[in-house]
Structures are given as C-alpha cells and as structure tokens.
C-alpha cells in the first residue's frame, strides 16, 4: 500500500477548514503546514475530500477484517489499493474488489489443481461459490421534543447517526427486502437510475456564464428567472422562459451582478447565499466580503449592505418583505429595514460563526451557530425569546415547519454522519396540500437521505441510491417528489410516497443545490464545474 503523505493529509485538512468556514484556522494551518510551497494540484481534489477520505476508509476496514485464507497473495498478504483510488468508491465497489480478488485467486488454485490432476492422471469436479454477506446495520435514533407554554417545539437532531437507527424505527420496506433475501437498497437504486429514469439529453438545459462553482441557485417565486451565485465573485440572472434546449452554446440570456469588482491583486470573493423576496420583485446576495447588496429582477443594484465584518453565510426575508436577515461568520445577525436599507437591529448572542437563519413569522426568526446554540429572536426585543441548547455540535441548518409551530434543526454531534441540511415538505396544516402528511427530510454525508414522520417520531423511509455526500435536498411545490444533489455527480429525484427514484441525471462534477421552480416543472442544480443545470421534470 502506497502511503498517504504528511503533505497530502496536511492539504486535507486545509480543504476541510476551507470547506467548514474556519477560514482563520486554515490561514494559521496555511502557514504553519507549508500549504502554498506543495506541489499538489488543489483542483484535483473534489469538495469534501477529507470527510469521504475518512468513510471510505471505515467502510474498507470493515471489509478488511471479513477476507478469508483463500483471497491473500502469494505472500499471505490481502492486497489493499492506494488511498486516493478508495475516495470515488462505495460499498459495493470495495465488496466487488474482494470478490474479483477471491474469484481470480480461487480460478488461479483451480487451473493450478487441475494441472496437478492432469499430472497424476485423476480427474475432478471443481465449482466456485462466492457468497457476499449482506449484514443489516442496526440502527438508532433519538428526536427530542420541547414544548413552552404549548406553542413551539423544536425537533433538535441530537445524535442522528444515519446508519444506527433503531429497526423498530424504520418501516417495512428494509425489512421486506432483507426477508426475501434481495439485493441491498443501494443496488436497486443504482440499477433503476441508470435505466429507464434517466433524464434525456433533450430535458436538459445546461448554463454556462460563471467561471468558478456555483454554490447557490433560486428560482424567482413569481416567474420564470433563476438566480445563481458562484466562487466568480458574480451572482446571475438567467431568463428560462423557454423550453430546455440540450446543449446550447449561448443559452439563456443572463445578467451579470458583480459583487464584488476584481483588482489583478484581489482574491475572489464567493457569492455563498441568495434569496428572493416573496413577490419576485428584489433578490438579495451575500458574500464572502461581508457585504449583502439588494438587486431588483432585472439586476440593477438597488443598495449595499455594509456592516457585518466576516463573510455572510445565510440570507432571507420574511413574508411581507419589508425585513431581510443575515447572519455572518463574525457571529452576529443583522435585521435590514428594506425600505430605508438601514440595519434594523443587531443580535449579537452567538460565540461563533451563524450558519443559518430562517424566519417564524415577519417579526420573530431563529438562528443556529457553529457554536452548538439555538436562539429564538423577535425584532425590537433586545433578548432571546428562547434558547436551545440540546446540541453538543456545530449547527448546520434550521427551519420552521409551514406552520412555524415545529423548529427542526441539525448537527453532527456524536457521529461522524455529519447531517448537512433539512427541509420540511409543502404539506400539512398552513399548506396549499393540507390533506397530504407533513413530512421532514435530512441530508447527510453518509450518502443517504431520510424522510421523518416527526410528530410520531420515527422514520418514514431512508432513501439510499447516492454513493456520496448529499448536500441539497428540495422538496416540489405539491410535496409528492423530492430532488437531490450530491458530490457523487448525480441528481435524483424521488417519489415521496414509493420511496424510489424515478428520474436521476449524472453530470461532470459535485452538486452545492438543487431547487424547484413555482410550477414544478423545472428543477435547477448548481455544479462544481462552473455550469447550472436546468430539467424539465415531467412523468
């Protein structure tokens, strides 16, 4: 086995800081490791290297205490690949390794007895059995609720580990598939979504403009425009009033919005969050300047925003409109009135970086930090109307249900299944679906998404078929499909009620997000490789 070298572990971790928004610490280790002096090529490393560095190697160790006799080498050695080949692989192709080995070593034992035999004159019946051990994972979960005064509860995910939740938690279908001794999950996935649900060529519009990843994407909720943010220093404006059309070599038309003007001695500065307001009518960017500017839909600059010091993580605005929030690395929110462009209020609560923000009502929202806490806040209320503190972890993401009775949030406390995001379906009470389930699903960087039952506290299905790090989930406007984009390449798209994929599309590069239009009938997904793809979506 090839070494893993200090240098290449070292650059690991830098990518990691990077990634995770400890640009402070990545500096320091920048300097320290001697980052800049290494020879390696930073754009052959995909996002999230190290985290899938570090599974795939749980999951080859677990593989290596399973080998019998009969699979070592000549030298009774097991024959292990170099790590970087491991990080592209999953499961089942770390199963297929040991496989092909033992069928290669058994077929080279028989011909090498077969001679033998032939030498002595006797003959033999020789046949192959490779058995492949499929163990379940047993699996736990805790869903912790917590009631004030009967009106809120908030669903912290305090120790979710995707693969221990408890069997008695998961419905039937894991089960029936284990009882008929049928191939795992994942291998049904892989297989449908390579057939018959692949998107053609002719559903699909590519847009092309940004030279850096695109990180974030949104849909106009009003119309036919999509908006971008990309590592460029730009966010775009893209007209997708048209059919897709494969292929195209101009595309739609789009407006550039510079964030950020580049000097020859400037270092680019990502556009990591956006939103629309509610009528379509201004979208908000923030940056990794600190700066949120306010553009209207035809992309005039309206106003910049100027006052936070550390890059702007989270954006979003209330119903009404008449309020849009930020939450920042430098660990403060930032209420805006948009009629005056001025801050409204200042919460300064949190001891670490505010990942997310996410409105209740137009007047009280919620924030969550890398600093482990949950506060509940209402604009001219100098305090916190709550705080959470059940998380022993970085916070993720948060989000009201439609009804902003039910808080959910994620971490990845107590597990190295780091739960990315969540999101709740468009359904139940205060929805325009109220007669179908209220639904909560999670996205995680063990490749798998799970759906939630979260009034029952259970888990309604787990939805394998991605074979790394889910980033992005979007549920469509009548909660029946949810759309998935991962740094496997792939985007999927699931029905909620069957549990599977029925359409999937691989493109060249990770995806950051994905998101439904208002219709329902198109479905964007922002790439590494500098490109937004557009799908008609139709069954």
């Not at 989000?399 to 406390?413: E, F, H, N, R, V």
Request: aromatic share 8%; glycine share 8%; with cysteine.
């Amino acid at each position: 086995m090839t070494p893993l070298t200090s240098a290449e572990l070292n650059y690991l971790i830098f990518r990691h800081l990077n990634e995770s928004g400890y640009t402070h610490s990545a500096f320091a280790f920048e300097y320290e490791a001697g980052i800049s002096e290494s020879a390696i090529d930073g754009n052959a490393v995909p996002p999230g290297a190290l985290v899938t560095f570090i599974q795939k190697g749980i999951e080859y160790l677990g593989k290596e205490t399973k080998p019998n006799n009969d699979i070592l080498d000549a030298n009774g050695n097991f024959q292990f690949r170099h790590p970087i080949e491991l990080i592209p692989k999953d499961e089942n192709e770390l199963q297929k390794i040991i496989n092909d080995k033992k069928e290669s070593i058994q077929k080279d034992n028989s011909k090498g007895k077969e001679k033998v035999d032939a030498e002595n004159g006797e003959g033999s019946d020789h046949g192959l059995a490779a058995e492949r051990e499929n163990e379940p994972y047993g699996e736990t979960n805790e869903i912790e609720k917590k009631t004030a005064n009967g009106k809120e509860k908030e669903i912290p995910f305090d120790y979710i580990s995707d693969a221990n939740h408890n069997e008695d938690e998961i419905n039937g279908r894991l089960e029936e598939n284990e009882a008929d001794s049928g191939p795992l999950p994942m291998d049904i996935c892989a297989s449908t979504a390579s057939s018959s649900s692949a998107i053609p060529n002719i559903d699909v519009t590519v847009l092309r403009g940004h030279t850096s990843e695109v990180f974030t994407c949104a849909w106009n909720p009003a119309g036919s425009l999509l908006a971008s943010g990309a590592g460029d220093s730009t966010a775009r404006i893209w007209t997708m009033d048209k059919p897709s059309v494969p292929n195209m070599q101009n595309g739609p038309l789009s407006v550039v919005l510079r964030h950020f003007m580049e000097t020859p001695n400037s270092e680019s500065k990502d556009v990591t969050t956006l939103d629309w307001n509610a009528e379509g009518t201004l979208l908000a960017t923030g940056s990794n300047d600190g700066r949120v500017k306010m553009w209207s839909e035809r992309g005039d600059l309206i106003t910049s925003l100027n006052e936070h010091n550390g890059p702007v993580f989270s954006l979003k605005w209330n119903k009404k409109g008449d309020f849009l929030l930020s939450g920042s690395r430098d660990k403060t929110v930032i209420v805006w009135d948009v009629k005056t462009a001025e801050r409204k209020q200042h919460f300064k609560f949190h001891s670490a970086t505010v990942l997310d923000v996410d409105w209740r009502s137009n007047f009280s929202f919620a924030t969550c930090s890398s600093d482990s806490m949950i506060y509940v806040c209402k604009v001219g209320t100098d305090r916190p109307l709550k705080t959470f503190a059940g998380h022993q972890g970085e916070v993720n993401a948060i989000k009201w249900d439609p009804t902003g009775t039910l808080l959910a949030s994620c971490s990845d406390d107590f597990t190295a299944k780091e739960i990315y995001t969540v999101r709740w379906s468009p359904t139940g009470t205060g929805t325009d679906n109220p007669n179908r389930q209220l639904v909560l699903a999670s996205a995680s960087f063990d490749s798998t998404i799970k759906l939630w039952d979260v009034e029952a506290g259970r888990i309604l299905d787990t939805l394998y078929g991605h074979r790394d790090a889910v980033y992005s989930v979007a549920f469509s406007p009548n909660g029946e499909y949810l759309a998935s984009g991962s740094l496997d390449k792939c985007v999927h798209v699931w029905s909620v009620k069957e549990a599977r994929i029925v359409k999937s599309y691989r493109g060249e590069d990770g995806i950051f997000e994905v998101c439904w239009n208002n219709k329902g009938d198109k479905i964007a997904a922002c790439f590494a490789n500098n490109v937004v793809c557009v799908f008609d979506f139709h069954m």
